[in-house]
């Protein structure tokens, strides 16, 4: 319930908030406002607590647990981290925009009384659709993943064949770039820079993005989210391709893989506070409109 005292975890990335300013700024706001304030950086793989000057340094898996709210200090890849650390137990996310477009970040460093707001439970919740991923070769699963953004399989300064199927219905073939299968949130990611559609958030879709493909009537697909999705590769005479989700490690992807993609049972929650629509924020990030 809004003005009741909450448990904070403020997920910070030190790249972007510099030794932890930001962090210290809006630890010392919401303490001072009766919260509890846990400090979990997206990066911090120890299972022990550390220290960072006074401020004590939390591994997320610890802290997330009972936490009212999530508070991304960085960029949208902050915000992608964060949400797959806590797929097992979702909490509300908000983010600081601290990156470059940060479509996901709705908040800006100096934007304070929004940060109370959230802290307070004063939001919206909006539930966001993830893709489960799995790569298959030899007939086993090698490689599983939950994304919220993307899924991208593309090659090495070089052009590949591909193949997307649809409940088993071959939906495209082409040779080009490479593919992205993308979530309605990863629609204004690199699914959008590839010429995809803007897709609200609160959408319940899979859409399938050729990149650079060499056939001008090859074009993106909005599908259906019950639609189970199958990339295949052609053949590509050893050429090097990769598949990356949301943007993590690159993971070979060989002549005769699969990537399969569905819907996952797994949802992020967001927590929307700025009164900005989906389109204010689209257009003021794109810089056409102020």
């Known amino acids: 319930m809004p003005n009741e005292k909450k448990r904070i975890v403020l997920c910070p990335n030190p790249e972007r908030d510099k030794g932890f300013?930001?962090?210290?700024?809006?630890?010392?706001?919401?303490?001072?406002a009766g919260h509890t304030v846990l400090v979990s950086p997206v990066s911090l793989s120890s299972e022990e607590p550390s220290f960072v000057g006074p401020v004590e340094l939390l591994p997320l898996s610890v802290s997330a647990?009972?936490?009212?709210?999530?508070?991304?200090?960085?960029?949208?890849?902050?915000i992608l981290k964060t949400a797959r650390a806590v797929l097992k137990q979702p909490v509300p996310i908000i983010g600081v925009n601290l990156g470059h477009k940060g479509f996901m970040a709705e908040l800006q460093p100096n934007e304070t009384e929004l940060i109370l707001a959230a802290a307070a439970g004063e939001y919206e919740p909006i539930?966001?659709?993830?893709?489960?991923?799995?790569?298959?070769?030899?007939?086993?699963?090698?490689?599983?993943?939950?994304?919220?953004?993307d899924a991208v399989i593309c090659g090495t300064a070089t052009t590949v064949n591909l193949t997307a199927y649809g409940d088993g219905s071959k939906i495209t073939e082409y040779s080009g770039d490479g593919i992205i299968i993308a979530t309605p949130t990863g629609s204004t990611a690199y699914s959008l820079s590839a010429g995809g559609s803007f897709v609200e958030p609160t959408a319940n879709n899979i859409l399938i993005t050729p990149i650079c493909a060499h056939l001008i009537t090859v074009r993106p697909f909005v599908l259906a989210p019950d639609r189970n999705v199958a990339v295949r590769a052609g053949v590509n005479e050893g050429k090097q391709?990769?598949?990356?989700?949301?943007?993590?490690?690159?993971?070979?992807?060989?002549?005769?893989?699969e990537l399969r993609v569905r819907m996952s049972r797994h949802r992020t929650i967001m927590a929307h506070v700025s009164g900005k629509s989906f389109y204010d924020i689209a257009f003021i990030k794109l810089g056409e409109r102020t």
């Open 127 to 149: 539930s966001r659709m993830m893709l489960d991923v799995a790569l298959i070769r030899r007939g086993g699963v090698i490689y599983s993943d939950c994304a919220l953004n």
């Open 65 to 78: 647990g009972g936490a009212d709210l999530l508070i991304c200090l960085g960029g949208d890849g902050t």
């Open 21 to 32: 300013k930001l962090t210290c700024d809006v630890r010392k706001l919401l303490t001072e």
């Open 241 to 257: 391709i990769w598949l990356s989700v949301d943007g993590g490690a690159l993971i070979p992807f060989l002549d005769g893989d």
